[in-house]
């Protein structure tokens, strides 16, 4: 076919410049087109059909542009792959997996990963996966340790999550390692590109206030979250359909959403659902006013004993002392912070 000819040519330009890709677009090609050809053919179509921006190794992006996923067709169809592809869905269906119901194991609070860090951990300030590729293992001053995915993952299962670690060697922890080192594959080596995890917002120069923030809860939240924060379970009862903000199925004391800064940070870029960081709906004050409000009620417990071994290390809206500065633990809790971040530079 005069065609096979022309897509020959192309690949026999492009080979040059893709190296290892060449594998992953091989088979994602068969797993997307799922023809009966053999690889080889497979190969040249894929090649030809790539656009050459998209099969560029990540070598230098422009240092502004807001970080993006790779797209999940370029998952390889290989065990390797399977594990990303496995990791994924455990990221964004936890609860089914791992939850009260999971039928895996059940050791976690029934909330998915993807409820906190949307669409599998990928969207801009969407609390996103893209650092964490390059970025772990890192000292963490929580732990005091340094820590790897295993590690990291846990964490969120024992805190955001409220259940219990997973086995580093269980199938599970590997794949959500692999889906996790897939997704920040493009990233360079300890960079963190924009977009990353969290919207960091300015802080207010007066306290949060809960008062203010449940009227923006009224408002803005009760209408999926419920008016006790309570969220609503989908029809198969093993996941919700909108999670849970506080009381005793949601994210405990220990968990970073508990710092004022990280839930406002999230809710401004992200809430009410459909809301994106280029198009939020709160104002800075609602978002400061009513992550004030969600964690100012009751949420289940947690041992912190052992965290911030040292103090001085605490972020400024931690909000259990000791601390190393003179700061009230309601100061820390509700700001104002500009004081504190002052006394840490
Ligand atoms: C209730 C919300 C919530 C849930 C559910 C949740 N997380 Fe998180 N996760 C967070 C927050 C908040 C952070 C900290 C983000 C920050 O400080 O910028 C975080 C951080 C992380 C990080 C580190 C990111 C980085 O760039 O350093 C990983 C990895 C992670 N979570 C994995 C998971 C996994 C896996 C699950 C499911 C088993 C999960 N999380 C469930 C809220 C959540
Ligand atoms: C239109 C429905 C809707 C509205 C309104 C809404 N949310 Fe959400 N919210 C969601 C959904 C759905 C998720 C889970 C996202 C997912 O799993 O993809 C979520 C997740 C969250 C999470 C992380 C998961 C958790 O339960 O801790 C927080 C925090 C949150 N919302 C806060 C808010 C706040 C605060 C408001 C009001 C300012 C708000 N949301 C308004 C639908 C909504």
């Known amino acids: 076919m005069p065609e096979d000819k022309y897509l020959l040519k192309a690949i026999q330009q ?53 970080w993006h996923a790779p797209d999940t067709s370029s998952i390889p169809v290989t065990p390797e792959g399977a594990l990303i592809r ?6 964004a269906h936890t609860a089914v997996y791992l939850g009260p119901k999971g039928t895996v194991q059940q050791i976690s609070n029934g909330m998915n990963c993807q409820n906190c860090h949307l669409q599998a951990g990928t969207v801009p300030f969407g609390n996103n996966y893209g650092a964490v590729a390059t970025t772990y293992p890192k000292f963490r001053h929580r ?28 199938r599970e922890m590997k794949a959500m390692v692999a889906y996790m080192q897939w997704v920040g594959k493009d990233v360079v080596k300890g960079s963190t590109p924009e977009g990353f995890g969290l919207l960091d917002l300015k802080p207010l120069d007066r306290a949060a206030d809960p008062v203010k923030g449940k009227l923006v809860y009224d408002k803005h939240c009760t209408l999926c979250h419920g008016s006790k924060g309570e969220g609503i379970m989908a ?11 506080y009381g005793p199925n949601s994210y405990n ?23 994106t960081y280029e198009n939020p709906v ?63 530079q």
Request: charged share 20%; aromatic share 12%; with cysteine.
């Open 14 to 66: 492009l080979v040059q410049l893709l190296g290892v890709l060449v594998f992953y677009l091989v088979a994602s090609s068969v797993f997307l087109m799922g023809q009966s050809y053999g690889l080889f053919e497979h190969e040249q179509e894929v090649m030809a059909q790539q656009p050459s921006s998209k099969v560029k190794p990540a070598a230098s992006p422009p240092a502004k542009e807001v």
């Open 282 to 344: 709160l104002t800075d004050e609602e978002a400061w006013d009513v992550a004030a409000f969600v964690n100012a009620m009751a949420r289940p417990a947690k041992d912190l004993s052992m965290d911030w071994p040292d103090i001085s290390k605490k972020p400024f809206d931690h909000p259990f002392g000791p601390y190393a500065d003179h700061f009230s633990e309601e100061q820390h809790k509700f700001g104002p912070f500009d004081p504190i971040k002052a006394t840490q």
């Open 86 to 91: 496995y990791g994924r869905e455990l990221i």
């Open 143 to 170: 732990s005091g340790t340094l820590e790897g995915f295993e590690k990291r993952i846990n964490d969120c299962l024992e805190r955001s999550l409220n259940g219990q670690a997973l086995e580093v060697e269980s």
């Open 253 to 275: 004391i220990g968990a970073g959403l508990y710092r004022l800064s990280r839930f406002a940070g999230f809710v401004k870029a992200n809430m009410p659902y459909g809301t």
């Open 235 to 245: 029809e198969n009862g093993l996941e919700w359909t909108y999670p849970p903000l």
